[in-house]
């Protein structure tokens, strides 16, 4: 259900219209609106609207992406991981997403930190993650913070490594594979930590100097060593978390000019 309407009326409750125009619930139109379902645009700025009291002037437009299914969700916790103040660097489990949509964001990893950390703070998407992947995600906590953050990743000084499990005996360490994606540059490292033949599976520690839509899985699949759990690329797997995880981040930073070198812990790693 999608509801897109002017307000005519001056300190009217965003509820109160969305409940009359939708037919739904006062309760559902409220969890709703928590979710990051419901957006007010004033003078040409959008923005989500999760207060449901919140009073409307004339001329707004108020909008409304109501998915049952979606607003169903529960999101798995993700981890604080280290809190720098301007920047925090948290575990995103398999099923959270990196960023919302216009149907809502109550099961990102963005929201999650919002609502879970002391003292409370925006944050701010600055790099991504596979909804399938899991690992290391770094949120920034103002936009000034989070536009040099996403600098040194456009830049490539941010170091990033991955553990991947796939399917068959990979052959050898320090495997260059440069094979464009998109018509785009792509780089993956591949090295092999641990073949295991009862299960035919290998255990990869990947490094990618590019940041392509799904390279590690794509490339890894082209070589004929899809990843476990792949339901895209792969074999899909049956109900298996897709095994691929991002366990190490290391750059310079912005701020303060020091290395920074986040490892996951040995307990969360696949």
Known sequence: MEIHMAVKTADIKAVDLLVEASGLSRGQVKKAMKNGAAWLERQGHVQ??????????????LHLYYNAHIQQQMPPPAQLI??????????????MYSQGSKWGDHC????????????????????????????LMLLA?????????????????????????VWGAFPGDNVHIDAPLDGKPAVSRVSLLNYDPGRNQSLLQVDIDTGRKHQIRRHLADRGFPVVGDRLYGRGDG????????????????????RREYRLPEALII
């Open 82 to 95: 280290a809190d720098e103040g301007e920047y925090s660097v948290w575990f995103k489990p398999s099923g």
């Open 141 to 165: 906590h103002s936009k000034k913070v989070a536009a040099a953050l996403s600098a040194l990743f456009r830049q490539r000084t941010v170091n990033k490594q991955y553990r991947v499990k």
């Open 108 to 135: 990102t990893v963005g929201r999650w930190a919002e609502q879970h950390l002391r003292p409370q703070r925006n944050a701010f998407v600055v790099h991504r993650l596979d909804r399938a992947a899991s690992g």
């Open 48 to 61: 989500r609207l999760r207060r449901a009291d919140r009073r409307l002037l004339s001329g707004d437009e």
């Open 239 to 258: 109900e298996q978390d897709l095994q691929l995880q991002a366990v190490y981040l290391a750059f310079d930073c912005p701020l303060s000019g020091e």
